[in-house]
Each structure stands twice: as structure tokens, then as C-alpha cells.
């Protein structure tokens, strides 16, 4: 008998997913509604779609292209960063989502051992990528009991500490929590940072998705790195388009990331940025007026939530969710989930998977309008129910 082979201690201390988790527990019930995963209810724009059609039979769909992108969408994207996020000294490669953007850049930026900083609530892919590359020591720093945006002192303090963390990331809007970080709190950050020596990677999934008039805003500089996606803005979560903005100054960067580019997808789906491409030319407006009729999504939802009382729901200035606390009592989220799930047909996810117990996660954004109804009303009366008798089974 030969000895058992092992499997990848990394792997293994990984966290679980919780999305394949709750999807398991979604196909467990039918009729189920979600307010868990986040995506969008929309579909790419209808003339970019119609443009793909068109391109199926050409050779060079069926070709590798460049590892960094198609050079005309990375031109585009050039263009998009310097007229919208004030990006001019940025280098773009194009990645298969902005998952695998971050993780080209734990690997290009950290070495195993190394000690990186986030925010609680953070975002769970993030937290993962950083466990399966050997990162055992992953700072979390707390967020504004108020505003749940990220504590700059604690920071501060955290950056002069020996050894100096490698890279901090933040998530602006945030995902779980919708939370805004408004541009002198990112300076402050970045400046903190740069001092440090620190790396400083920025997601911004979620740029157009701002409410009561916030605007978003990026910064540059040789210590930063701005990472984008397709998924949310366009609907194109299945089609798996992101993209990193490095900075072009810092010398021998972007021959690294190919490095781990080449590795990973060789480069994104070229039907995949072909559409990415069509869909930059209709326009961020067209994002902009998907975006806008989830403002009455979002006040549905904060209704369904009121049962918790006031003062439990945070976030929801940016994104596509809200954050909110559960009462004392009730406060195992993985069982309240469930609970919520098998009695009232609504699944939401919990927020022990964003280092946030006690809490729950509810997206606004993936359901059309009369969905959104069905799963306010589930979600109020079993929130109504859990407050009044408990889970009851």
C-alpha cells in the first residue's frame, strides 16, 4: 500500500465559498427568490449584442489574442479612464472578470508570508485570494461603526508597525456593504500608504453604481492600482470581463503581470471583449439609466429590513447592497439564512463570510421589479416573524 497523497495545505485553509454555498442551498427550495448573489437584472446593451452576433465566424474570434487585451479595447479603456476617472498615467490589461484581476495582482504584488491589510466588512474573493496564495497574515481593520468606512487611524498605526504590510485593499463602493469612501478619506489612505511603502489596490466594480448625488472618484500614483469590470455596469457577469489600471511609471510591472496572465486564462475571452468593446461605445449613460431604477429597489428592501429596528441597516450610498445587523439573540447568520430560506423562500448571505457575525448581506440589484416585491414582502414577514417568536421551524 503506497502512502495517501495530500492535498495543498492552502487550499485547505481556504474559506468555502459561500456563494457555491448558498447556491446549494438554493437549489434545495423551490420558488426561492434571491437577494444573495450580486448581479445585475440586466443584459448587456441590445446593439453590442447584436454586433457579436456578426463576429462568431471570424478566425480571430477563435484565436488567442494578445495576453494584455485587444489593443482596441485597451485604447478605449485608456480613453474611458482618462475622460471619467481622471486616470492619465494608467497601463490597462484585461482580465477574465475583476476576480481574477486581483488575483493576477496578489501574485505579481505579495510574496507567501507576507502581511496584507483589509476592511471589515470585506469582500470574501478577496479574502480567499489572499488565503490560496500563502498569505497567512491578512490584517483586518475595522470600518466607522456609523458609516462603515475604513478607519484611516487605525491604519495609520497599523502601517508603522515592523514588518510594514505589503498591500492594503479597500473596495469603493463597497461590496458587502454598499459603504461610499468618499475622496479626502481614499487620499488619506493612499498618502498613508505611500509613506509606508505599502501597495495600495483599489476595486471599482461598482463605479457607477452612486446614489443621493455621491459622485465616485479614482486616484493614481506609483503605489497604486485601480482594478474595473464588465460584469456589473454592462450585465456581463457570465461573459467575464475585468481590467487592471497599473500605473505605466513603475518600471517592469506590467512584464510581471504577464507573467501570471499568461499562466492563468493566456487572455480574456476574445468574443467576451469584443462585446466589452461594443458595450464601451454605447456608453456609460446607458449604465447610468439601469443604475438609477434601483433607487426604488433599495427603498423597498429598507422597508423589508425595518423590522430590525432603527439603526440596524447600514450602507446602500453605492453598489447594490445593504448591510444589516441581527438582533442578539438571533445572531448565528449562517442559521438565520437558512431559517430564512426554508420557512420564507428568501436567501440573503451571511456576513460571517465578509468577517461581519451577526450580520446579513442583502443585494438590491439582481431582481426585475415585480421579483423585487415578491422578496421584500417574503423577507418582511419573516423578519417580522424572527423578531416576534423566533425561528420558528
Known amino acids: 500500500m503506497g502512502t495517501m497523497a495530500k492535498l495543498a495545505k492552502r487550499a485547505l485553509e481556504t474559506e468555502s465559498p459561500v456563494m457555491v454555498q448558498i447556491q446549494q442551498l438554493l437549489g ?21 449584442l447584436d454586433k457579436v452576433k456578426e463576429i462568431i465566424w471570424e478566425p480571430s474570434t477563435s484565436c488567442y489574442g494578445a ?6 479595447l485597451r485604447e478605449a479603456l485608456v480613453r474611458k479612464l482618462n475622460q471619467e476617472n481622471k486616470l492619465y498615467k494608467s497601463s490597462v490589461m484585461v482580465t477574465a472578470g475583476a476576480n481574477q484581476a486581483f488575483v493576477n495582482l496578489v ?49 495609520e498605526k497599523v502601517l508603522s508597525t515592523n514588518p510594514v504590510p505589503k498591500l492594503v485593499t479597500v473596495v469603493n463602493p463597497g461590496n458587502p456593504s454598499g459603504t461610499y469612501i468618499p475622496e479626502p478619506l481614499l487620499k488619506r489612505i493612499s498618502d498613508l500608504c505611500k509613506s509606508a511603502g505599502s501597495w495600495l489596490v483599489v476595486d471599482n466594480t461598482y463605479e457607477y453604481f452612486m446614489y443621493d448625488g455621491l459622485k465616485h472618484s479614482c486616484i493614481e500614483g506609483d503605489h497604486i492600482v485601480n482594478i474595473f469590470s464588465f460584469s456589473k455596469a454592462y ?35 476574445i468574443i467576451s471583449q469584443r462585446l466589452a468593446l461594443y458595450s464601451l461605445e454605447v456608453g456609460s449613460e446607458w449604465v447610468r439609466d439601469q443604475v438609477k431604477d434601483l433607487v426604488k429597489h433599495r427603498s423597498l428592501l429598507l422597508e423589508a429590513l425595518s423590522p430590525l429596528g432603527k439603526g440596524a441597516v447600514k450602507g446602500g450610498e453605492g453598489a447594490i447592497y445593504l448591510w444589516a445587523k441581527l ?4 445572531s448565528n447568520d449562517f442559521e438565520v439564512v437558512r431559517w430564512l430560506a426554508q420557512r420564507h423562500g428568501v ?36 423578519l417580522e416573524e424572527l423578531m416576534r417568536d423566533g425561528m420558528v421551524q
Request: proline share 7%; net charge negative; glycine share 14%.
Open 28 to 48: 434545495g427550495i423551490k420558488g426561492a427568490v434571491s437577494l444573495g448573489q450580486g448581479v445585475v437584472h440586466w443584459q448587456p446593451p441590445e446593439q453590442a
Open 107 to 155: 501574485l505579481t504584488l505579495c510574496d507567501a508570508g507576507d502581511s496584507v491589510v483589509m476592511f471589515a466588512p470585506y469582500y470574501f474573493n478577496a479574502y480567499m485570494a489572499f488565503q490560496m496564495t500563502g498569505i497567512t497574515n491578512i490584517l483586518v481593520g475595522p470600518g466607522d461603526p456609523q458609516t462603515l468606512q475604513p478607519d484611516a487611524d487605525w491604519l
Open 235 to 269: 450585465g456581463m457577469m457570465g461573459w467575464r470581463v475585468g481590467y487592471i489600471a497599473y500605473p505605466s511609471d513603475v518600471e517592469g510591472l506590467g512584464l510581471q503581470l504577464l507573467k501570471v496572465q499568461d499562466n492563468i486564462p493566456i487572455c480574456a475571452s
Open 327 to 330: 438582533p442578539e439573540k438571533h
Open 347 to 382: 436567501v440573503l448571505i451571511p456576513g460571517s463570510a465578509s468577517g461581519g457575525p451577526g450580520y446579513v448581506r442583502i443585494t438590491f440589484g439582481g431582481l426585475k421589479d415585480a421579483e423585487c416585491e415578491v422578496a421584500a414582502g417574503r423577507l418582511r414577514k419573516g
Open 67 to 72: 495576453d494584455e487585451g485587444l489593443l482596441e
